[in-house]
């Protein structure tokens, strides 16, 4: 399988480069630019961008690095696994061959300069291939990818719901705390309200001390009589 030609790397590197920002088209490992194995993954919480040596290098335990067996989430059973002594990464205990006694050392850990999971084979014209190893070496890390993404989607999906939920709460209670401060509003302006109005009303008196007081206007005037009556009786005795 031909592989199409790699984008062309600049010896300079671009102010966001050299300011250490991701780009989907540079390996945030190996800083290769062969943006057609570029692989986007989420790594401890990071969105990152992996050439496929990188990306299966970051996730020892995802695969088997012997036939890139990708295992989703559920590695072979202690009994059929052998684990790196130095990446902790999972192989198969047929795939580790006369390798496997302990302590065991993955294929990149052995050789650690010179190991590349994914490396092109270049024919006489000058053209990139890929032969079965590689294919599946390519095919595991895009697994491997996908699974990540999924993962995160479903992540970010969940607290998106959580954030939806927790601000309808907040809107709910900001609401009602709005309500309380109107109606304490309006107690406070009712409760200044009313002191004036009662300066401003006149006391009225009650049917009972209008009662009161023509009685005493009565007995007033019934008595002025009687004495003007003693006064006319007193002076016609006179005479």
């Not at 692989?39 to 299966?56: D, E, K, N, P, V």
């Not at 990149?108 to 092109?120: E, K, L, N, V």
Request: net charge positive; aromatic share 6%.
């Amino acid at each position: 399988m031909n592989l199409p030609s790699s984008t062309a790397t600049s010896t300079s590197e671009s102010p966001d480069t050299a300011a250490g920002a991701i780009s989907p088209e540079t390996c945030g490992g190996c800083k290769s630019q062969d943006s057609w194995v570029i692989h986007s993954a989420r790594l401890r919480g990071i969105l990152r961008f992996y050439c496929t040596h990188c990306l299966l290098r970051n996730h020892p335990a995802s695969f088997c690095p012997t036939c890139f067996a990708f295992y989703d989430s559920s590695p072979p059973h202690q009994s059929r696994r052998v684990s790196c002594n130095d990446c902790n990464s999972v192989t198969h205990i047929h795939c580790a061959g006369d390798a496997k006694s302990p302590p065991y050392r993955c294929p990149p850990c052995r050789d650690p300069d010179g190991f590349s999971f994914f490396r092109p084979i270049v024919d006489e014209n000058g053209a990139r291939c890929m032969d079965k190893a590689l294919s599946e070496a390519f095919l595991c890390a895009a697994k491997i990818a996908a699974s990540s993404m999924s993962k995160a989607v479903t992540f970010f999906r969940s607290e998106a719901e959580r954030k939806g939920k927790d601000a309808a709460v907040a809107k709910k209670r900001a609401r009602e705390a709005l309500e309380d401060v109107l109606k304490l509003d309006e107690k406070a302006k009712l409760a200044v309200s009313k002191p004036s109005e009662n300066r401003d009303q006149k006391p009225k008196q009650s049917p009972a001390s209008n009662g009161g007081l023509k009685q005493i206007e009565s007995s007033a005037a019934t008595a002025q009589v009687k004495k003007q009556s003693s006064s006319v009786v007193q002076v016609k005795q006179e005479k």
